[in-house]
């Protein structure tokens, strides 16, 4: 079974700052990645997915993340925060078998400093 | 536009009821699923179907059904509730085909048991 570990389950950043949000899966498989995002009081948005080719996604609200398959991760990044942002995100995978289930790590809250 | 509508966005049931959380999914996906989602545990699947009747038990199904008499329904049962099912409950839904095709979530049903 897959497992998904998100580093910190808060994350503070100054409004223009960059946002770095870590993801690391176990598999020796790699399996497709997604990120969600969550408002508050709303259900997860798709961000953004690793399926396969290009290593670097970019998704939407100026939000990419990059798989590496060495390090086993799919860290989320975004250049500068928005006040925006503030929400909390989810990484989660899923595995190349025919079930569609999705893994998803714990969360981290990003709140955004002015 | 895609739409996961669930019945409620807040239930207050008494321990021992009967619990019904409903979701209807407009896109004709064939999968369907119900997570429940905790702070600091993220999201656990309880159950998802793959097709009207059927089901799969996912993570945690313990003191839980569900039930999809129709493509477009599904519902979660809690037999008999108790305070530690006092959760966010959210549904999603995906279309059959690979593992990373997107799912589309509703809003959220928060249940407290009391």
């Known amino acids: 079974a897959q497992s998904v570990t998100q580093l910190g389950s808060h994350v503070s950043v100054s409004e223009g700052a960059l946002v770095l949000l870590r993801c690391n899966y176990s598999?020796?498989?790699?399996?497709?990645l997604f990120w969600y995002v969550q408002y508050p009081n709303q259900g997860l948005q798709l961000l953004l997915k690793?399926?396969?080719?290009?290593?670097l996604v970019k998704g939407i609200n100026g939000f990419e993340a990059e798989f590496k398959k060495s390090e086993t991760s799919f860290h989320l990044t975004k250049p500068s925060a928005h006040m925006s942002d503030a929400a909390e995100y989810f990484c989660?995978?899923?595995?190349?078998?025919?079930?569609?289930?999705?893994?998803f790590g714990a969360g981290t809250t990003v709140t955004v400093r002015a | 536009d895609v739409k996961v509508t669930q019945s409620s966005r807040y239930l207050v049931k008494r321990t021992g009821e009967k619990v019904f959380l409903e979701c209807v999914q407009d896109?004709?996906?064939?999968?369907m699923f119900w997570y429940r989602q905790d702070p600091g545990l993220g999201l656990r699947l309880i159950y998802f179907?793959?097709?009207?009747?059927?089901?799969e038990k996912g993570d945690i199904p313990e003191g839980y059904s569900v039930s999809r008499e129709k493509k477009e329904r599904f519902s979660l049962i809690l037999e008999s509730a108790s305070t530690n099912q006092t959760s966010m409950y959210l549904c999603?839904?995906?279309?059959?085909?690979?593992?990373?095709?997107?799912?589309?979530f509703g809003q959220g049903t928060r249940l407290t048991v009391v």
């Open positions: 999603a839904s995906s279309s059959a085909g690979t593992a990373n095709t997107e799912a589309f």
């Open positions: 598999s020796s498989v790699p399996p497709y």
């Open positions: 690793y399926t396969t080719g290009a290593t």
């Open positions: 989660a995978v899923s595995d190349h078998g025919d079930d569609y289930k999705l893994s």
């Open positions: 896109m004709d996906h064939e999968n």
């Open positions: 179907s793959y097709d009207v009747k059927m089901k």
